[in-house]
């Protein structure tokens, strides 16, 4: 017996909460490769941002674009049904690995700016910054930053 065969058995409703498993565990996943990519070179965390992307708008034309019911709605529809332990448990999952993507965004989204900040820090000693003219308007100070910058 097939898994297309298994999952229409139990109804279309715990063939949807299936679905909502799948996409939401690959936001998770895709979300872990753009936090392990946050350290490589820029390429590769574009690269991993454009993947996150691209299952962030499969999940919401899923959820949107069929019409989909809230997961109560679909947890109240088989709650009388033979399938009703199965869809609480995909539904649980469903709503855990939300959970999930939403501390794992709020995490990768404070470090990304506490690195974007760092780096500004770095390139503005690097070069010199606003703030570092001498009374004379010459910028004595930031002449020594880029020299110390580029060596």
Do not use: K, W
């Not at 004379?136 to 060596?151: E, I, N």
Request: glycine share 8%; hydrophobic share 40%.
């Amino acid at each position: 017996m097939s898994t297309a065969q298994t999952v229409d058995s139990f109804g279309p409703e715990v063939g949807q909460l299936l679905s909502l498993v799948q996409a939401t565990s690959e936001v998770r996943e895709h979300l872990d490769l753009v936090d392990s990519a946050r350290f490589g070179n820029a390429i590769v965390l574009q690269a991993a941002v454009a993947d996150l992307e691209g299952c962030v708008e499969a999940l919401a034309e899923f959820a949107g674009g069929s019409r989909l019911p809230s997961l109560r709605a679909l947890e109240q529809t088989v709650s009388n049904t033979p399938n009703r332990e199965l869809a609480m448990s995909l539904a649980s999952t469903v709503r855990s690995n939300i959970r999930r993507i939403s501390e794992q965004s709020d995490a990768l989204a404070i470090e990304l700016r506490q690195l974007l900040a760092d780096t500004r820090d770095v390139l503005s000693v690097a070069t010199g910054s606003t703030g570092t003219y001498d009374s004379h308007g010459r910028t004595t100070v930031g002449q020594l930053r880029r020299d110390r910058g580029l060596a």
